[in-house]
């Protein structure tokens, strides 16, 4: 299957900015990818984003939905408003999420159900926080993560995004990376049988160009989920073209 690019704008971008931004990957992409591309800019820009991108090989896709299509819900986004806006794709469970507003596994399937019921492919993120991974349970958080927060039937990408990565600069070691993926593999297979196999599995926290040749060479990786070098139109499409 191709790699998925995706970038993950989070509480980034003026209108402006943002717009600068989706022109120049669009004018950076005239070639068409060897690999699906994805932005996910914030909910205020995703439909003005979306409409600079439409027809071009970049895709859209927001960061958050609520598990309700609409109701008394002040201040949040649900699906089937993303999907209306122009996205296609919605990242669910991100640590800054979980963390921050102490977003359980079952809360995420219930965004995750919503999700594929407004025609939107989520993407599950998961991931250990250094604690975690130094008393030697990164593996059983990750798995226990998957279990809880993919609802049945699941057809969209695992973003596997080890807390301590993500922003720091620090990256997981190659070893480390294979080995996670191959954990999460067998726990897709557990949780959602057969379907389980051919899902991808992103690898995401400080992904930069360099290295991503390299990263995305790994056996299991299909892609990456990219925060900070997402806001960079050269190093997003340095990425891209890392992908093939
Ligand atoms: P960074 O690439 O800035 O580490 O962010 C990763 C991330 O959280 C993407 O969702």
């Not at 790699?3 to 600068?20: E, F, P, T, V, Y």
């Not at 996205?87 to 965004?111: C, D, M, P």
């Not at 407004?118 to 990164?138: D, F, K, M, W």
């Not at 897709?188 to 040749?213: D, H, N, Q």
């Amino acid at each position: 299957m191709r790699q998925l690019i995706a970038g993950n704008w989070k509480m980034n971008g003026l209108r402006a900015d943002s717009l600068a931004l989706a022109r120049a990957l669009a004018a950076g992409l005239e070639q068409p990818a060897g690999c699906d591309v994805l932005v996910c800019p914030p909910a205020t820009v995703l439909a003005a984003v979306a409409d600079a991108l439409a027809g071009g090989g970049v895709m859209v896709g927001g960061q958050d939905c609520h598990p309700e299509p609409s109701g008394a819900c002040t201040g949040d986004v649900s699906a089937p408003m993303l999907r209306d806006a122009g996205a296609g794709w919605v990242i669910l469970g991100h640590s800054e999420r979980r963390l921050g507003y102490g977003e359980s596994n079952a809360l995420v399937q219930e965004k995750a159900r919503a999700a594929v019921a407004a025609g939107l492919t989520p993407i599950v993120c998961v991931g250990e926080t250094e604690q975690q991974r130094l008393s030697g349970n990164a593996e059983t958080v990750v798995a226990a993560q998957i279990d809880g927060s993919l609802p049945p039937g699941f057809a969209g990408v695992v973003a596997y995004e080890p807390v301590w990565a993500i922003g720091t600069g620090r990256t997981a070691s190659e070893d480390d990376i294979v080995a996670m993926h191959r954990c999460i593999r067998s726990q897709l297979t557990e949780t959602l049988g057969e379907a389980g196999a051919g899902l991808r599995i992103l690898y995401g926290g400080s992904v930069k160009p360099a290295g991503a040749a390299a990263l995305l060479a790994l056996p299991g990786v299909g892609g990456a989920l990219v925060g900070g070098a997402s806001l960079v139109a050269a190093d997003f499409l340095g990425i891209v073209r890392a992908a093939g």
